[in-house]
């Protein structure tokens, strides 16, 4: 192919510049079949030659070679595609019957055990199923999923949020955090406060026999009965006048409210913000620093626990708290899914993962039941902490 000369070069690029308008079809055609290469075409001998081959069919000696290789193209696929299918039935055979094993037998246990360990609203039976592992989490959390409207929707979900608060309370634990991605709970607050009080109370009695309650959420205010603290958030209060002592020793629950937005978003705003002041020259570069990341996006998930101020009886101060990360993390589902839990706050956490507490094999079980709850104690007392070692 000979290169373009300069006067066709430039009728070329005037017409593109035009958008095809200078020149039309033809002209184009024209234009470039000098520079288009020799189409190649049988000659007649050749022509004549392949058609008489094909006609002739199996007459011949490369007729019938001809014949055995177009054979041997169709045959060594057909049957390589048939064993690649055997082995895929096979390998699926062995693990369907594996997995559906596995649920029966997984969901055979999961019944025994909320045969035998059965809290009926008591909180001495969770006292005695608790009694004798060697630790408790001083904080747990969990990982629930906001159900469809056709199995309970929002109050589903509060109501498992309640039954988590009055186990956790029964078996001594202090804190407790609940993840739901969509951040829904945080809107129904009052509700959930409400609801949790009363199943504390079908539990343990009315007030003062039932557990105190505090419910926190990141950026949003605090919602206590109480100024009483658990040990883990801060610092209980000193004995006093007017029965501090007896508010102190009431058993206190705190419930700390997660989502979506105190994950990924957080930090994407985070870094945006540190990058906004260096670019204003706010901070400088080496400013940033990991102590600063790590102080701010504690910060982001810190609670705000109200304190009476010394000498007056209404006014309070406020103090951001930060919970620490949780010592076991229950997730209630199929299979182990963060679904963008703050990745910063499970970095030592142990993870377990109750399964398909259903045992319909469909991987969309998603209930919150004791046994499950039970299961998750149990292996956090068995679990070895290395922590990295």
Known sequence: MAPFNAADTTIYRLDVAAAGGKLSSAERRKLLEPYLPTPRSLSPAAHSRSSRNGANGAGGASGASSKR?????????????????????????????????????????????????????????????????????????????FRVEEDGGLEALMDDVA?????????????????EKSGILKLHMTALQELVNQKLASYFGPAPAAPSLSVYAANHPSMSPSSTSSPRIGAQMANGKNGTTKLASRPHLNLLLLS???????????????????????????????????????????????????????RASLKEVDPGEPDLVIVFGPYVKLDGYPPWQIRLSEIFCVGDSGGHGSGSSTRVEYQGFLRGLWRFAGAEMRFGR
Not at 168 to 176: K, N, Q, T, V
Not at 272 to 298: V, Y
């Open 69 to 145: 290789r177009g054979h041997k193209r169709r045959v060594r696929p057909f049957l390589k595609a048939k064993v690649h299918f055997l082995l895929y039935f096979i390998i699926q055979l062995i693990f369907g019957i594996y997995i559906r094993l596995r649920q029966i037998y997984d969901a055979t246990i999961d019944r025994v055990i909320a045969i035998l360990h059965y809290h009926h609203r008591t909180p001495e039976y969770i006292q005695k199923d608790v009694k004798n592992l060697g630790r408790l989490p001083e904080h747990l959390s969990v990982i629930l999923q």
């Open 163 to 179: 039954e988590l608060c009055a186990w956790s309370s029964a078996a001594g634990i202090p804190l407790l955090s609940v993840y």
């Open 260 to 314: 979506a937005a105190d994950g990924r978003d957080t930090l994407v705003d985070l870094t945006r913000t540190l990058a906004e002041m260096s670019q204003s020259h706010k901070i400088t570069p080496k400013d940033i620093t990991l102590d600063l990341i790590n102080t701010e996006i504690s910060a982001t998930t810190a609670i705000t626990e109200s304190k009476p101020m010394v000498g007056h009886t209404t």
